[in-house]
Nanobody
Framework: QVQLVESGGDLVQPGGSLRLSCAAS????????MAWYRQAPGKQRELVAS???????TYADSVKGRFTISRDNAKNTLSLQMNSLKFEDAAVYYC??????????WGRGTQVGVSS
C-alpha cells in the first residue's frame, strides 16, 4: 500500500519559516520524481517545487529564492524548507510522487497558515 504522509504544517507570521516533510512508503522512493503542490481556498492546485530522481529541482516563480526542496532517498523522505513566508503562501501543501506516466500518488496534505 502506497502512503505519502505530510507533516510540518503550522500557523506562522509573515517572514517566518517552516519545514514540511513527506514520508513515503510502499514505493521504491529513489526512482520516483517527487514534488510539492499547494492549494489555497478557491484556487486551483499549483506546483510549488519538484525534484527528479537524479536530484534536479524546479520551482514556481513565486517561491524561487525562498523555498528549497530536497529528498533523502535513504529515509524515503521529501522535504520543503520554506523561508520568508508570505500571506499568499497559505494553503494546503500536498506531496506528490510520479513514475513515468502511469504511477501518480498524492498525500492528504498539511495546512500552512500565514497570519500576523
Amino acid at each position: 500500500q502506497v502512503q505519502l504522509v505530510e507533516s510540518g504544517g503550522d500557523l506562522v507570521q509573515p517572514g517566518g519559516s517552516l519545514r514540511l516533510s513527506c514520508a513515503a512508503s510502499g514505493i521504491p522512493f529513489q526512482i520516483y520524481n517527487m514534488a510539492w503542490y499547494r492549494q489555497a481556498p478557491g484556487k486551483q492546485r499549483e506546483l510549488v517545487a519538484s525534484i527528479t530522481r537524479t536530484g534536479s529541482t524546479t520551482y514556481a516563480d513565486s517561491v524561487k529564492g525562498r523555498f528549497t526542496i530536497s529528498r533523502d532517498n535513504a529515509k524515503n523522505t521529501l522535504s520543503l524548507q520554506m523561508n520568508s513566508l508570505k500571506f499568499e503562501d497559505a494553503a494546503v501543501y500536498y506531496c506528490n510522487a510520479k513514475y513515468e506516466f502511469f504511477k501518480n500518488y498524492w498525500g492528504r496534505g498539511t495546512q500552512v497558515g500565514v497570519s500576523s
